[in-house]
């Protein structure tokens, strides 16, 4: 399985915001539309995410507050993937890296993100489909004939 399979399922909604932007609205948007990411985006090219992580670390050396520019905060240099990589090593990716949430790319073009629970459902439809049809197979199992029939 590849992460094409999975955009074609999650589809194409992209949420982005500039480095610029202050940090709470960028917490707002993410409350509001309930997701824990936002891609940093600046001129047409990726710069940045931001996650529910970055944000309470940058909340904690902010003494409580969410103050700043998203710039502050954001991860600068998030781990990606493209549509061709196998879902096997977005996996390793992911646990190896912490990531929770990892944009896809074509060269330089955002395709989308995808997150841990993307993949984790991927994985789980995968073999609840694959259980399904080896139950089917073995339901429908022929049955040997005696032996002088």
Known sequence: MKVSDILRVKGSTLFTVTPDEPLSTAVSAMAEKDIGSLVVMEHGDLVGMLTFREVILAIVSNGGQVGGQVRKAMDNMPVTCTVETDLDEVRRIMLERHA????????????????????AKAVVDSQNFENKMLKAYIRDWPTEEEPGN
């Not at 929770?100 to 993949?119: A, E, T």
């Open 100 to 119: 929770r949430y990892m944009p896809v790319m074509d060269k330089r073009m955002l395709m989308g993100v995808i997150s841990f629970y993307d993949v």
